[in-house]
Structures are given as structure tokens and as C-alpha cells.
């Protein structure tokens, strides 16, 4: 089974960025669509981008899209979220998933099996 483990979360200003990495070990995650999502209390987690195993397609919930980037670079097993211009209510822990079914496309509807411990983003206004 894959370990994910997410960094580059902190504290961070309205208006400024933030890229956050998800480092892979135990298996490759190149056939593997990967994706991110985030958690406030009392709430549900919830979709933030998505991108298919080979990269070819992203997806991003509306609240995200045109701020946020998901990449991936499977020499390095990891994948990253560039967030730009960033809102307080973006505060939340942020957690990477792994598909565990190869060859699917990381859509907001895909089941991601596995995750990481997350990481704290926390925007000041």
C-alpha cells in the first residue's frame, strides 16, 4: 500500500501562495490518478483537484478553479497543489489521496483509497 505524506502547509496572508507536496513511498503512483482534498471542523472533506494518472486531464472544484494548479511529477513520486491568491476560507487541513485502482482519470467522483496525515493551510485576512 502506498504512504503519502503531505508538507508545505502554514500560515500565509490573503492574497498570497502556497504550494503544497504530497511525497509517495511503497509503490510508484505514475498509474495511479491522485488527488486533494481538504477538511474544516465540523465538516465534510471535501474535493479540491483532482489530475489522472498520466496528467493528462485536472479537475478542480469551482471554489478553486483559476487560483489552484494540481501537478505531478512521477520521477519524484509526488504531486503538488499550487495555490494562488489565496481566501481565508481556505483555511483547512489539506490531505493528498491515491486512487488504488490504476488507469482512472481523478475526477470528483473517483474513490481515493489512500491518504496521507494532511497539512494545515491557515489564511489570515
Known amino acids: 500500500q502506498v504512504q503519502l505524506v503531505e508538507s508545505g502547509g502554514g500560515l500565509v496572508q490573503a492574497g498570497g501562495s502556497l504550494r503544497l507536496s504530497c511525497a509517495a513511498s511503497?509503490?510508484?503512483?505514475?498509474?495511479?490518478?491522485m488527488g486533494w482534498f481538504r477538511q474544516t471542523p465540523g465538516k465534510d472533506r471535501e474535493f479540491v483537484a483532482g489530475i489522472s494518472w498520466n496528467g493528462g486531464r485536472t479537475y478542480y472544484a469551482d471554489s478553486v478553479k483559476g487560483r489552484f494548479t494540481i501537478s505531478r511529477e512521477n520521477a519524484k513520486n509526488t504531486v503538488y497543489l499550487q495555490m494562488n491568491s489565496l481566501k481565508p476560507e481556505d483555511t483547512a487541513v489539506y490531505y493528498c489521496?491515491?486512487?488504488?485502482?490504476?488507469?482512472?482519470?481523478?475526477?470528483?467522483?473517483?474513490?481515493?483509497?489512500?491518504w496521507g496525515q494532511g497539512t494545515q493551510v491557515t489564511v489570515s485576512s
Open positions: 489521496g491515491a486512487d488504488d485502482t490504476p488507469y482512472r482519470l481523478g475526477s470528483p467522483t473517483a474513490y481515493f483509497g489512500s
Open positions: 511503497g509503490r510508484t503512483i505514475s498509474s495511479y490518478a
